[in-house]
């Protein structure tokens, strides 16, 4: 799909073709695209027949959500772990988590799962278990090292994330858990038209309270709301900090707009919660360990567990039952 001259906030520039046009790859506005030799030849017309095999691998999933973010840095990555491990630990809740942060891969290292290897079997891919039923697979395990750069082109990104979703054997799982890269780009494009006959339960928006980043988070839901992705909540992470000797709040954000409530109600999506700061996170994710079980009764622990609940509200109320036994 060649890019357009100017900017646009549509999936598609609004010049471009068409990868079924006659000027496919042609066009004034092919030049400089990385895929203009492809739609010229003609071999990205018509739907991509991955698609349908990715949604009969996805009918052995009950629910798939994403986690997206405006900016880095918000604790997206984080938040992706912590809700894989609070839903993980009822033991007939099968979960996996799919990383497609292609070129900043951090869930290997939150999971604990730095220097794994994928390994191949006869259905596939096979995903690296933190517990037995907690799955996860990510572009991290075929890097030779941690520090090792992916330095790749948008074609490329986007043949990975087809490859996790139709050749990773996932089996029966209750939860997907899409950890994306910060933004709308490449990757977000992808995950969405690969799903789009999967049926995904929705977004999970994940900010701090400051303008800065309350302002990038208004473009994901402008994405989530263009692509018809629905929006699960918001929420709000490193909410305040509370003092683990004298228990005092301060908050070290500043909430200069009202912080990630006032722009829900005022784009009509839901809070969440909100999550406040505790150095154990950053500890706890460091060494690979679950928050959740390590500082249990911490009030960021409680807040936390508080969010998963409502997520799990969420995907029982609206995923009719005929999905899973599709």
């Known amino acids: 799909m060649a890019e357009g001259s100017g900017p646009s906030l549509d999936s598609r520039p609004h010049d471009c ?44 999933v009950k629910h798939k959500l994403l986690v997206l973010s405006g900016k880095g840095g918000v604790g997206k990555s984080t938040f992706t772990a912590l809700l894989a491990h609070g839903l993980a630990e009822e033991e007939m809740t099968q979960v996996a988590v799919l990383d497609i942060d292609i070129c900043g891969p951090s869930i290997p290292k939150i999971m604990g799962l730095e220097g794994e290897q994928v390994h191949q079997s006869g259905s596939g891919w096979s995903p690296v278990y933190v517990e037995e039923n907690l799955g996860v697979m990510s572009v991290g395990f075929l890097l030779s090292s941690p520090d090792d750069a992916v330095i790749w082109r948008g074609p490329k990104k986007n043949g990975m994330i087809k490859q996790f979703l139709r050749d990773v054997d996932w089996g029966d799982i209750d939860y997907l858990i899409v950890d994306t890269p910060p933004g709308t780009s490449d990757e977000h494009i992808s995950i969405v038209q690969f799903l789009s006959s999967a049926r995904v339960d929705g977004a999970v928006i994940i900010t701090t309270p400051q303008e800065v980043a309350l302002q990038d988070v208004r473009k994901e839901i402008s994405f989530c709301r263009k692509v018809k992705l629905p929006v699960i909540g918001v929420v709000e992470n490193m909410s305040g900090f509370v003092c683990p000797k004298c228990k005092n ?76 036994m599709a």
């Open 17 to 60: 073709p068409g990868t079924g046009s006659n000027e496919a790859g042609k066009a004034d506005a092919c030049q400089g695209c990385p895929n203009q030799g492809l739609c010229s030849s003609g071999q990205l017309a018509g739907p991509d027949p991955a698609i349908e095999e990715i949604k009969e691998k996805m009918k052995a």
């Open 249 to 324: 709040e301060s908050q070290i954000f500043p909430l200069t707009t009202g912080g990630a409530e006032t722009m829900c109600r005022s784009l009509n999506v839901p809070l969440l919660g909100k999550m406040p700061l505790d150095p154990q996170i950053g500890k706890s994710c460091d060494r690979g360990h679950s928050f959740l079980a390590e500082a249990a009764q911490s009030p960021a622990a409680r807040s936390c567990r508080t969010i998963i609940q409502r997520i799990q509200d969420y995907c029982n109320q609206n995923s009719p039952q005929e999905d899973h």
